[in-house]
């Protein structure tokens, strides 16, 4: 039928409808833009809605600050007592894992091991992974934990403390998730899988991923490392090593 054929009550309905047509194309076009992603690579457990999820892996020229690790008085797997003090002054990378994880967690430990090889000739950058299990992981259960994953080196510690502590620490200062109230019985906690790059003054330069599916990912860990060396060559001309 012509426009011409329509009487005028036609030609007001069509005139609604391509207007209600229009509008739920663009809303959908606006919702998508809007939708936080889906956080696979950074969620262990459940999947999460995470705003820009993925977003955050800077490119070696480009590590702004993005947060600040302040404080936190941890336990490492030789009973000795670690601030965030005690790591001022030198670049570190951050992972979060549990030991009885038989999800992601040995992904992240193999990618860490492959990162530690890979900037083997920085051996002041540090390796700190905090466990998101504290009641079950006792140093004596870290040190156990770490010799089977292959993860021993004098520079790769793996802390404990309080549930509290490292819950707030996860969340208020490195802005990541934890949770052990939504968990499945094989995978009880839900934490990040990210890597995260801590300058030397305690600043958060980038978050990466800390999982590769078929094993450590070659082009992330050559990411990292680039991004580690910028960081440590700045502090080092800072000191004026």
């Not at 956080?39 to 070696?60: C, E, R």
């Not at 992981?137 to 021993?152: F, G, H, M, R």
Request: charged residues 25%.
């Amino acid at each position: 039928m012509s426009e011409e054929g329509l009487n005028p009550a036609q030609k007001f309905a069509w005139a609604v409808l391509v207007v209600a047509v229009v509008s739920l194309v663009g809303y959908a076009f606006w919702k998508k833009s809007k939708t936080p992603e889906l956080d696979l690579s950074g969620q262990h457990g459940p999947n999460i809605l995470v705003p820009g999820a993925g977003s955050d892996a800077p490119k070696p020229q480009d590590l702004a600050k993005i947060g600040l690790v302040k404080e936190f008085k941890l336990i490492d797997q030789d009973g000795k007592s670690i601030e965030a003090k005690d790591l001022r002054g030198d670049v570190w990378l951050a992972t979060f894992i549990f030991t009885h994880c038989a999800g992601t967690c040995p992904m992240i430990v193999q990618q860490m091991s492959a990162l530690n090889k890979e900037i083997a000739d920085l051996p002041r950058v540090k390796l700190i992974s905090f466990s998101m299990d504290p009641a079950r992981d006792t140093p004596e259960v870290l040190t156990k934990y770490a010799i089977a994953q292959d993860a021993v080196s004098p520079r790769w510690k793996f802390l404990t403390g309080s549930k509290d502590e490292m819950y707030r620490l996860t969340r208020d200062e490195f802005k990541l998730v934890v949770d052990d109230k939504q968990g499945t019985p094989s995978e009880p906690i839900i934490h990040s899988s990210k890597i995260v790059l801590v300058d030397a003054e305690g600043f958060i330069r980038g978050r990466f991923d800390g999982i590769g599916i078929d094993g450590p990912s070659p082009s992330a860990i050559k990411q990292i490392a680039d991004s580690v060396r910028k960081l440590q060559s700045t502090s080092s001309a800072k000191e004026g090593k």
